[in-house]
């Protein structure tokens, strides 16, 4: 028995210590944004994708208008999009709605923040700070993971279903 407590005792704080991070959670108003991300970027890159979770857990519409940051340049909210067979990219001049009670996922593939002008490279592990700006809630600072270049989502978070999915953009206004 005295063999097998060590053992136990060493999983344990294995298990602890292997556990991945969740990204950070913040709150503006009645928004909550989580699983805040990007990817690396090769050396010389000018243009990155940022993307994240909102949940408006109120009962009135809010709006993302858009973004800033220090190491960005400019920071616009886009959406890519199956057009007549051909992927389209286009951002979004009046922002991203988030209605009350619903979530919206930033993602690859879909509405995404393009970050642009970047001033160095995004080097994986490291965190890269941008303000988000919301028609009511306002300005919001948080930072993004930086993953991978290949990476499909936020460390730690369970990505099952997502390779593949198409994104249901039938209520979305042309």
């Given amino acids: 028995m005295k063999r097998v407590l060590p053992f136990f005792a060493f999983a344990t704080l294995f ?38 979770t909102v949940e408006n857990k109120g009962s009135a519409p809010d709006r993302l208008v858009g973004g800033s940051g220090d190491n960005i340049g400019k920071v616009e909210i886009h959406e890519m999009a199956m057009k007549n067979g051909i992927m389209t990219m286009r951002p979004l001049d009046k922002g991203l709605p988030i209605e009350p009670g619903k979530t919206v996922k930033l993602a690859p593939g879909g509405y995404h923040l393009m970050l642009m002008d970047l001033k160095q490279p995004f080097k994986q592990g490291n965190k890269v700070p941008v303000t988000l700006e ?29 390779m593949g999915t198409k994104h249901d953009h039938s209520g979305m206004k042309k």
């Fill in 134 to 162: 919301f028609e009511k809630a306002g300005k919001v600072t948080l930072s993004l993971d930086v993953q991978g270049v290949g990476a499909q989502g936020p460390a730690g978070a369970d990505h099952s279903g997502h």
């Fill in 15 to 52: 298990a602890l210590l292997g556990t991945p991070t969740h990204a950070q959670e913040v709150k503006a108003g009645d928004l909550v944004i989580t699983q805040a991300w990007s990817r690396a970027t090769p050396s010389g890159a000018k243009i990155a994708g940022g993307y994240l």
